[in-house]
């Protein structure tokens, strides 16, 4: 049984990567509309935490190609709940759980891991998942743009098919929004106005508790600096530590820069400058930027412009404006005309799934053909976060080079694109 289902999968890998079409017969998919167990994808779920479970547990849950057959957390109550919810949706106990990510890493039974861990753990497991021969869906952002670079080549040089989770690109209001500005229905865009939720975070003092029997502390410090253990520091709050993360700028900057690059038609380059302003806690344990302001610049001339002064986003060009107000806001427009506006199939239309992530991922594991939201586009995207908390940092503008990904002659800039793991781990682990 295990050797016919890794002989399918490498078949599938192979025929995608010579872009043969895959043409089966309807009983390979079994009957009755159910897939058989020779046609899913198996799955292990690193990082079970609120939004593991909400948004991504449940996402592979809903999909019947799917199988979810091990799941793993450093908390030991939060890895129980998602083992029972898994077995309760399959009727049976079959799923695993396990503390420690490298025992899902070590199964050869697991075609694909879904990487929902804090961000400092997402690169450095995904690339020993690729290596291992697993296919990758991650959780956003990375933590450095070394670490971008670096997951960009091993997916290349693995052949692993990789994810970068986000569900903007699914999402009806960021799909239209971007393809009315790339077909030209508000002439040339000139500003690109990005809004990301205000970053103020009350004054926790850095105390020192005990570490909880359930939860393995120093797996999930892994190769972040040594700390000592208070409850403040960790799961959702990990976000606004620089150790872990970079703050708003980079968890809500993933979701609006990305459309904002995709409207642009730079999803494979960025910006060349970068300036703006801050402010900083000046004591407590949360360290990333709080208010924010940031101007970019791109070699085209586009201004991009960031403000944490609440969620939305907006182009304009010289025939108008299109964007929206809030989170998955409304489409709005300067005139009724664009917004009726059709795009039709001789310009340029831009690939998605509208079932989301989990669904294009599944899609792509099988197809070998790239997901909607493939490394290298989801590094660059990271990288405008990462060059813009890098100006905030250093409170000053900042040259950007985006074909050779460095600050040009600016060598205390250059240090922040990389930054030193605690041993034992490396990013070629």
Known sequence: METSRLSRRSFLKRAGALGAPLILPASVFGGNWRVSPSNRVTIGMIGVGDHGVARNLNGFLGQPDAQVVAVCDVDAGRMAKAQAMTNKRYGNSDCAAYRDFREI??????????VST??????????????AG?????????????????????????????????????????????????????????????GLPGARRA??????????????YELWLGPAPAAPYCAARCHYNFRWISDYSGGMLT?????????????NDTERSGPVSVEGHAEFPD???????????????????????????????????????????????PLEASSPAILKSVIGPDEINLATCFGGEHRNFLDSVKSRRPCYFPPEIGHRCASICHIGNAALQLGRKLRWDPVKEEFPGDETANRLRARAMRAPWKLDA
């Open 118 to 131: 804090p961000d400092h753990w997402h690169v450095p497991i995904s690339l020993m998942a690729m290596r």
């Open 134 to 194: 697993k296919d990758v869906c991650s959780e956003k952002p990375t933590l450095t743009i070394q670490e971008g670079r670096i997951q960009c080549t091993v997916a290349r040089q693995t052949g692993a098919i990789f994810q970068t989770s986000t569900e903007d690109r699914s999402l009806t209001v960021y799909h239209r929004m971007a393809g009315l500005v790339r077909n030209g229905r508000i002439g040339k865009l000139h500003t690109i106005r990005v």
């Open 203 to 216: 004054l926790v003092p850095a105390t020192v508790e005990p570490v909880p029997a359930d939860f393995d």
């Open 251 to 263: 968890d809500w900057g993933m979701h609006l820069f990305d459309t904002a690059q995709w409207g």
């Open 105 to 114: 890493l070590a199964r050869p039974d697991i075609d694909a891991v879904m």
């Open 283 to 329: 004591e407590g344990l949360y360290n990333t930027a709080a208010d924010f302001h940031l101007e970019y610049t791109y070699a085209s001339g586009v201004k991009m412009f960031a403000d944490s002064a609440g969620v939305g986003l907006r182009f304009e060009g010289t025939d108008g404006w299109v964007g929206n107000r809030g989170w998955i806001g």
